[in-house]
């Protein structure tokens, strides 16, 4: 049903008759900075606004006289399930190589790795992107008074300018509860809306048809030969249906055209063959739903939707209404070039947020993948593949998201865990000859389990470990009892039966140790001087191995199960390996004190012992933080060293976890002026793991919005720690509703770099130690109530703490 003239005027302008510029001006507290705004259109696909709805995405370009929206969707995959992935002379001689690393002969141990070991899938795919939606629009004369925006609060991109002496006005947002994106166009003037839409830059092959007057539909497989063969991919299509209030609709075999309308209104739905759907039903399935509603409709369902996850948490590091009245990227600039901007750092966090929900919701069919659910056509078409990397990046797409009050984004992430158990079991059993199950470093829709295709990083064996950490960090927030036994439990227990089966014993130590395996994805010299990658026990195996043991063991304790296994697990835990400190005073990153072949290396694998997990700490134990901090400090300091995004936002968060809040402010704001770009988007630098562009990667989005929060509020030991890591640039401001774990709620408020007032809530209820500065009391919050803290509370070490009733948001 096509929207009465009626429903579109008065539904489209008045909901917008306050303009984002007005609300601007207002300087309301914290809404300016919930605002992207520029003077320009964007030029190439890195200064595009994103949008997304958990499945579809689209990059807003605002363009005056052609808009282009680039489309994507998560399950737009080239590749197929593989069915020989697996080198078939893996389990033959596992023994023989293990061997030859104990004995250090790492040459000949290396040539056997790539020999039998590492895998030449056929069929591994990438998600690949779409399209280009192209509006043609019909300007005489030149346009001013343009404005670009992306709000956040709101999760709507907007353009406004004035052309022919009437203001136009586009929105475009993807909506989670219609399945659709929407782009709606107007002005303030009866009859000016005119323009040509066509689809552009396809990257899939395919066909374009027009169905009936008001539809353009593509069809197409997503198919490509450097991922896979060439022929397996799901099939696509694409359907865009024009509603209009006034004018005239013409149209060609591949374009609608319209001409003197009032407004426009585009519904874009997309739908693949992922999962055994059908594209056609789908697409005509939300295409109905959503024209079956008036603009002012959807556009007020999506943004209750949106804002019912966004508006959890509210940050304010310093309000700078002159700040505020300068656009985005002249911010950023700004920064680059050594100013001081606590919005904008404020402005990066609720972005990080914005990305989470735009990319990955509570019915998404798969997680955020290296480049969420956008896709610039890059990552995809090297080496690399727009996948899901466990060795690091897939986990810092979701640190963000408990402590950052999104805990449903996590959903389809453990929902891939559990296809990957699936698929590990087979891996498990014909690679290493043992039950349980077990991933390498990365995976794709499809559960790809076996190793990877290259030396240094293909082996690395703990990864599926390291993704289901986020399984228990979810039931830690959230104390999910029923979550926590049917589905964490058995991830973890599969797991550690592998690593209790594979690993063996250290002929001189006599520790239990795994291998071969990587550091991801570093390299080390030999005592001859060769580079090797390979090795038994590396710390970063070590690390994963004991949280898996002993998060076991946890589980079994609460579940009150297994005790028999739990025995074994406890045996086992205590062969590991302790982490040792090397000669130059830093934290071994293999169990031999190997030279680094790239002293300047990305990858930290070996500090996830100080973040996420929480094996080091400057409290309980100093001298692994020390050796952790020369680890840092050497690396960094290393002559070109790979500051790309997602290392970038690791230091955020390594210096937030040893306290040290002026380095990891430091590093916060290299990451935003370093390798973020104008559009607040992080990138890979080109030059950096072959990569020749700046590519775009959400991780350092997400990780480095993790580590702002890792700087006010920490949860992980014993103590929930209040401002751990403040710097001295914000020294007034308030955050609320970030999340602690054991089910907490926090709000803060701090003035002169002194917390003023601390609100801790409870959904359940319970105890906890609150920490501030070096005096930690004991609270307990009532369920339905909260417990304010001042700073008196902790200035007379005493529980000087009110209790008052929570407001239900």
């Not at 203001?167 to 000016?192: I, K, Y």
């Not at 039931?475 to 049917?486: A, Y």
């Amino acid at each position: 049903m096509t929207p009465t003239r009626r429903e579109f005027v008065r539904g489209g302008l008045a909901l917008t008759a306050t303009p984002v510029n007005a609300r601007l001006a207002l300087g309301e507290e914290g809404v300016a900075d919930q605002v992207l705004w520029y003077r320009s259109e964007a030029r190439r696909w890195l200064e595009a606004l994103p949008i997304g709805n958990g499945r579809i995405g689209g990059m807003v370009y605002g363009g005056v006289m052609k808009e282009r929206i680039a489309l994507t969707e998560s399950t737009v995959w080239s590749g197929a399930p593989g069915v020989s992935d697996i080198n078939p002379r893996g389990a033959t001689q596992l023994n023989q190589i293990r061997a030859l690393l104990f004995q250090g002969d790492y040459v000949q141990a290396r040539k056997l790795c790539e020999e039998c070991l590492l895998s030449h899938p056929t069929s591994f795919g990438t998600n690949l992107p779409l399209l280009d939606l192209v509006l043609e629009l019909t300007h005489r004369g030149d346009p001013s008074q343009y404005r670009r925006t992306l709000d956040l609060d709101q999760g709507v991109a907007r353009v406004e300018y004035r052309a022919d002496g009437h203001r136009f006005t586009r929105e475009t947002f993807s909506s989670n509860p219609e399945g659709a994106l929407v782009v709606n166009l107007r002005s303030d003037t009866p009859g000016q809306v005119s323009l040509k839409m066509i689809f552009e830059s396809i990257k899939l092959p395919g066909k374009i048809i027009r169905s009936g007057s008001d539809t353009l539909i593509f069809q197409g497989h997503a198919f490509e030969s450097k991922h896979s063969d060439g022929k397996q991919g799901v099939e696509v299509e694409c359907r865009v249906r024009l509603l209009h209030v006034g004018g005239v609709v013409t149209g060609g075999e591949e374009y609608l055209q319209i001409g003197g309308a009032d407004a426009v209104t585009l519904i874009v739905a997309i739908a693949t063959s992922y999962g055994g759907h059908v594209p056609e039903i789908d697409c005509n399935k939300a295409l109905e739903g959503a024209t079956s509603k008036s603009y002012a409709d959807l556009r007020r369902n999506h943004i209750a939707d949106h804002q019912t996850l966004f508006r959890r948490v509210q940050i304010d590091l310093g309000f700078r209404a002159e700040a505020k009245r300068i656009p985005t990227d002249q911010r950023r600039r700004s920064l680059e070039a050594g100013g001081s901007d606590p919005g904008l750092c404020a402005l990066f966090f609720q972005y990080g947020r914005y990305l989470t929900i735009a990319g990955s919701r509570a019915n998404s069919p798969l997680p955020l993948a290296l480049q969420g659910i956008w896709n610039d056509g890059l990552a995809s078409s090297m080496g690399w593949t727009d996948d899901f990397h466990l060795d690091i990046n897939t986990e810092q797409n979701y640190w963000l998201a408990e402590v950052g009050n999104l805990t449903e984004s996590q959903l389809p992430l453990f929902t891939l865990i559990e296809h990957t158990q699936s698929s590990g079991r087979r891996t498990a059993q014909s690679l290493y000859g043992v039950h349980g199950w077990v991933s390498h470093v990365v995976t794709n829709p499809w559960g790809y389990t076996a190793t990877g295709w290259g030396l240094g990083w293909g082996i690395f064996v703990t990864s599926g470990i390291w993704i289901s950490l986020q399984m228990w960090e979810h039931f830690r927030f959230t104390q999910d009892i029923e979550f926590l036994r049917e589905r964490v439990y058995p991830v973890f227990k599969e797991a550690a039966e592998f690593f209790i089966a594979y690993m063996v014993e250290h002929p001189k130590h006599g520790w239990l140790v795994t291998g071969p395996s990587d550091s991801p994805e570093n390299w080390f010299r030999t005592s001859s001087g060769v580079e090797c990658s390979e090795s038994m026990g590396p710390t970063c195996d070590r690390v994963l191995v004991h949280a898996l043991f002993s998060i076991s063991l946890e589980i079994q304790a609460r579940l009150s199960i297994d005790s028999s296994f739990g025995s074994e697990l406890r045996r086992a835990r205590e062969k590991l390996s302790p982490l040792q400190i090397g000669r130059y005073g830093q934290l071994q990153e293999w169990l031999e004190d190997f030279e680094e072949a790239q002293p300047n290396h990305r990858h930290t694998s070996h500090l996830i012992a100080l973040y996420p997990e929480n094996q080091i700490s400057p409290e309980k134990t100093p001298a692994l933080a020390m050796a952790a901090r020369v680890t840092l400090e050497r690396r960094i300091n290393q002559p070109n060293w790979e500051d790309t995004e997602w290392s970038r936002a690791n230091l955020v968060n390594y210096y937030a976890r040893l306290w040290d809040g002026e380095a990891a402010h430091h590093h916060l704001v290299g990451l935003i002026a370093k390798a973020t770009e104008d559009n607040l988007l992080t990138y890979s630098r080109g030059g950096v793991a072959g990569a020749e562009q700046n590519i775009f990667a959400v991780d350092g989005n997400t990780a480095g919005a993790a580590g702002l929060a890792e700087m006010l509020l920490q949860s992980q030991g014993d103590f929930l720690h209040l401002l751990p890591a403040l710097p001295a640039e914000w020294p007034d401001g308030r955050v609320s509703g970030l999340c602690a774990r054991d089910g907490f709620q926090v709000d803060m408020r701090w003035r002169s770099s002194r917390l003023i007032s601390a609100a801790i809530s409870s959904k359940l209820g319970g105890t906890c130690n609150v920490r501030y500065g070096k005096t930690v009391l004991p609270i307990r919050v009532e369920r339905g109530r909260r417990v304010r803290l001042t700073e008196l509370s902790f200035r007379n070490k005493e529980n000087v703490a009110t209790h008052e009733p929570t407001v239900s948001s």
